[in-house]
């Protein structure tokens, strides 16, 4: 009996030790040696992920060494690095080149304008992200200059039913990121065209919005709208909120159905980022002769 119990509670402790989790911290900093906040530290093989905080610094909890991370930052070019120790890491970032035809704006000519999904269209609970730092998008296609001229995007409206199955939505602590690419060659997401760190904030209404800081031309051609969820709620939290069960992640956007004959669909598609994979797709998930696009709203300041 005795020698039976000591088996078993070996095997306890073995698997105890093997399964234990590993704290890993580092700093990222960029190439002049200052920290890079809000950048994205992803394992994608544990779907597991953190942000940094202002001083460039994450901490976060892996299930072995050596561990493959993602890291990623609007103003940055992207990095995948294997990582095999536990502490003092420093991650170096190169800066991102964004190359912009500048465009001097004369006030006395320019125009508000809006552009987004009609008010007349029904909503539905259609978008959910179910992964940290997955990514919702919107393709605008400016065919033939219909939607605007040259133009700034000055802010942003957005209608999200929730941020996590349980009705929780972001609080606007800097955890819905803004981000902004041009439109490849091939129709595709190309390169992130926004080099701020710009979030959205929460209203009464269940829109969520953003002033830019400074305007921003847009492309001629169109460009990809998308938001980032960066903040995941750990088992220790969600307790302390004293939840019955444990939420899914997951963000939720508000959008509208429209039939394949219905002009919006010439200028508007979604799309979604899985980090995992690391690759943008065309949303499929729908019927054929069903289309949804987010409930959204641009403030843009049209000039000749």
């Known amino acids: 009996m005795k020698e039976k119990f000591a088996f078993v509670f070996c095997y306890f402790l073995l698997f105890s ?28 093989l544990n779907k597991k992920g953190t942000i940094t905080d202002i ?12 561990v ?3 890291f990623s930052n609007v103003s940055y070019n992207k990095l995948r690095k294997k ?3 536990t502490d003092d890491i420093i991650i170096i970032l190169s800066q991102k080149i964004t190359r912009l035809d500048e465009v001097i704006v004369n006030a006395s000519n320019s125009k ?20 940290p730092f997955f990514q919702l998008g919107l393709k605008i296609e400016n065919i ?12 942003i409206n957005i ?23 041009s439109i490849d060659e091939d129709g595709g997401v190309g390169e992130g065209i926004l080099d701020k760190n710009e979030f959205l904030t929460p209203s009464k209404s269940g829109w969520y919005q953003l002033k830019l800081k400074s305007p921003f031309l847009l492309p001629e051609e169109g460009f990809f709208i998308a938001l980032e969820w960066l ?45 995992d994979e690391n690759k943008w797709e065309k949303d499929t998930r729908f019927p054929n002769s069903v289309f949804i696009i987010p409930t959204f709203r641009l403030e843009i300041k049209e000039y000749e």
């Open 144 to 155: 033939e200059s219909q939607l605007y001229k040259q133009a700034n995007l000055v802010s």
């Open 83 to 85: 990582i095999e120790q």
């Open 159 to 181: 209608k999200i039913v929730s941020a996590l199955i349980g009705g929780i939505k972001p609080d606007g602590t800097n955890q819905l990121r803004l981000r902004i690419y």
């Open 17 to 44: 030790l093997t399964s234990a989790q590993i704290v890993i911290d580092g700093y990222v900093l960029d190439e002049k040696q200052q920290p890079v906040p809000y950048t994205s530290v992803y394992d994608s």
């Open 112 to 131: 508000s304008k809006y552009i987004g999904s009609p008010k007349n269209k029904r909503g539905i609970n259609s978008f959910e992200a179910d992964k």
């Open 231 to 275: 903040k995941d709620l750990d088992i220790e939290e969600w307790k302390s909120k004293k939840y019955t069960f444990q939420p899914t992640y997951g963000l939720s956007l508000w959008g509208h159905t429209f039939k394949d004959n219905e002009d919006e669909l010439n200028y508007y598609s979604t799309w979604r980022y899985d980090p």
């Open 55 to 66: 001083k460039g610094f994450f901490s976060m909890e892996v299930m072995e060494e050596p």
């Open 68 to 70: 493959i991370l993602n």
